[in-house]
């Protein structure tokens, strides 16, 4: 049985940081898409930033625009993990963050950005950014 536990959220003020982290088991995702989601209260799913599998070491990467250059996705295919740095952290961060696995490897940034081209979620961590 597949599944995806994020640890790492917390409670933090504007301006810090936090590592969120995502383990998977049940089977190995070395070759998957794996992406960031939130969800805000009253607010719809969105993206959050996504990596790639590749056979090259660099893994290509696609983030939000809202957290472009204070995030960062990074993934341990020895661990089955992938992690989430958040820095410069602002009040409109403050959500529920989920990790999520493609079966296979998405291969536009379009799909990257899509929750429904993912198949396993995680049951989510509180972030809360106080001001």
């Known amino acids: 049985q597949v599944q995806l536990v994020e640890s790492g959220g917390g409670l933090v003020q504007a301006g810090g940081s936090l590592r969120l982290s995502c383990a998977a088991s049940g089977r190995t995702f070395s070759r998957n898409t794996m992406g960031w989601f939130r969800q805000a209260p009253g607010r719809e799913r969105e993206f959050v930033a996504a990596?790639?599998?590749?056979?090259?070491?660099?893994?290509?990467?696609v983030y939000a625009d809202s957290v472009k250059g204070r995030f960062t996705i990074s993934r341990d295919n020895a661990k089955n993990t992938v992690d989430l740095q958040m820095r410069s952290l602002r009040p409109e961060d403050t959500a529920v963050y989920f990790c999520?696995?493609?079966?296979?490897?998405?291969?536009?940034?379009?799909?990257?950005?899509?929750?429904?081209?993912?198949?396993?979620w995680g049951q989510g961590t509180q972030v809360t950014v106080s001001s």
């Open positions: 999520a696995a493609d079966r296979g490897s998405l291969l536009t940034a379009s799909a990257m950005r899509t929750p429904d081209e993912y198949d396993y």
């Open positions: 990596i790639s599998a590749s056979v090259i070491t660099v893994y290509p990467t």
